[in-house]
């Protein structure tokens, strides 16, 4: 009696441990801008989530397009979850698209750096002005992704008037290729540099 | 709506190339797939353990859809740091979110196995096959779904040649204890035709031992069944004869 008595006292430790530790998971990944549902998994399972604790906490993108980036994404977000929109996809190349337009928006960012650290020491330095035509092309490749976002907005809005289909995965792959193209071109003008 | 498109992407992203949901930085695949990837392992192995549960029918069917999840999640979650200090040991240079995200994908792919092949289980069952067949088949579908879902994690993993060999036979052989006695305690799954329904039975022995007494059951033989609490679990008074 004694003996199933304590056995049951330490299932139930560990048990309540175990939920104990899940809850702080939970909350240490809410506060780290970590999704609902994973923190709501690291509830029950949270073994397999704590390599999400070691990974950076979401800094403020700080490029200088993060702005613009982010309210295009939202925006688009938002308007393929509309009610308006039934039937149009929340597809994993928006993450993917808005995750590279964040890393070409901070390559911009350090780019931008660096003209004004090297450019206010020494003006003529050889090269600043290649520097600043690949980056104002790469700028003007990032907006024209971010107009694409735009224009693919207004393209579901006018299919949930006309009814006619929008390829909108279609889109937002030829967006990412549009970046990816961005890179190729950086590769192609500085073949040796690696 | 979408939340289904996004499960069925998933789900046949598991069965086809399960290998792309662990590519990249295993930190965002985790978060991008990981709660799916818990949801698809758990309604896949409530399905399973559903359709074991209707062996003995009536509450039996609830029980072991409830613990059929139990049995797939525990092992992993009790030895994933393992796994990663056995790859690590054998030289296999992997970090804790690599081995979580490559145990959750294997885990859930092969509960989806599991689901997808519970038919025919279901059609087994409905032969009225005898209660000791019937375990063995349940066995039997959980090695080979658990082989699936072991195969799925060492393809994850890096690492190649006699390092990342050694440490998969290793980390099988964890798993495989943990799984296995798991299973013991957790059952039953299946329950005896005669026998009380219940949601656990009380704690006796271990795995091995009851395989053993198993075997020798569907051979005929129905001796070895006085199990004996060991160790922790041990209860002389209750044992005493």
């Known amino acids: 009696m004694i003996a199933s008595a304590s056995l049951s006292g330490l299932w139930l430790a560990v048990g309540g441990g175990y939920v104990l530790v899940g809850a702080i998971v939970a909350l240490r990944l809410a506060s780290r801008q970590a999704s609902r549902a994973a923190a709501l998994a690291a509830v029950a399972c949270w073994p397999l989530m704590l390599p999400l604790l070691s990974s950076p906490s979401s800094a403020a993108p700080s490029g200088p397009l993060a702005a613009r980036i982010e309210q295009c994404a939202r925006e688009l977000r938002a308007t393929m979850a509309d009610p308006a929109a039934a039937d149009v996809p929340v597809v994993d190349d928006l993450d993917d698209l808005v995750r590279d337009l964040q890393q070409a928006d901070e390559r911009l960012g350090m780019v931008d750096a660096l003209v004004a650290d090297v450019g206010g020491a020494s003006p003529a330095v050889a090269g600043l002005e290649a520097l600043r035509g690949a980056r104002a092309r790469a700028a003007a490749e990032v907006e024209a992704v971010l107009d694409g976002m735009v224009e693919l907005r207004l393209s579901i809005g006018l299919r949930s008037l006309a009814g006619n289909a929008v390829p909108v995965q279609d889109r937002l792959v030829d967006l990412r290729a549009r970046l990816g193209a961005l890179d190729e071109i950086a590769q192609f003008d500085h073949p040796r540099q690696s | ?241």
């Not at chain 2, 054998?90 to 804790?96: L, Q």
């Not at chain 2, 993993?157 to 050694?166: E, N, R």
């Not at chain 2, 060991?230 to 005493?240: H, R, T, V």
């Open chain 2, 1 to 241: 709506m979408t939340a289904s498109i996004g499960a069925l992407d998933t789900c046949a992203r598991l069965l086809r190339e399960p290998v792309s949901l662990g590519r990249g930085d295993p930190r965002v695949s985790l978060e991008k797939y990981g709660p799916l990837l818990l949801a698809v392992a758990v309604v896949s192995a409530a399905v399973f353990g559903g359709v074991v549960g209707t062996y003995r029918g009536g509450v039996q069917l609830v029980f072991a859809a409830v613990k059929l999840p139990l049995l797939w999640l525990i092992p992993i979650l009790v030895t994933l740091p393992a796994v990663r200090a056995l790859h690590r040991v054998c030289g296999v240079d992997v970090d804790y979110g690599q081995v979580a995200l490559a145990a959750l994908v294997g885990t859930a792919r092969a509960a989806l196995v599991l689901a997808v092949a519970s038919p025919a289980l279901w059609l087994l069952y409905s032969l009225h096959v005898g209660y000791h067949v019937a375990v063995l088949a349940l066995c039997g579908s959980l090695v080979a779904a658990g082989g699936v879902g072991l195969h799925t994690t060492a393809r994850i993993l890096p690492g190649s040649g006699a390092g990342k060999a050694v440490a998969n036979m290793l980390a099988v052989a964890a798993v495989g204890v943990v799984f296995a006695q798991s299973g013991w305690v957790l059952r039953p799954f299946i329950a005896r035709p005669r026998a009380e329904v219940s949601f656990m039975r009380t704690v006796e022995s271990d795995v091995f031992s009851s395989v053993a007494a198993s075997w020798r059951s569907a051979r005929g033989d129905y001796t070895g069944w006085d199990a004996r609490r060991q160790g922790l679990l041990a209860n002389p008074e209750a044992d005493s004869p």
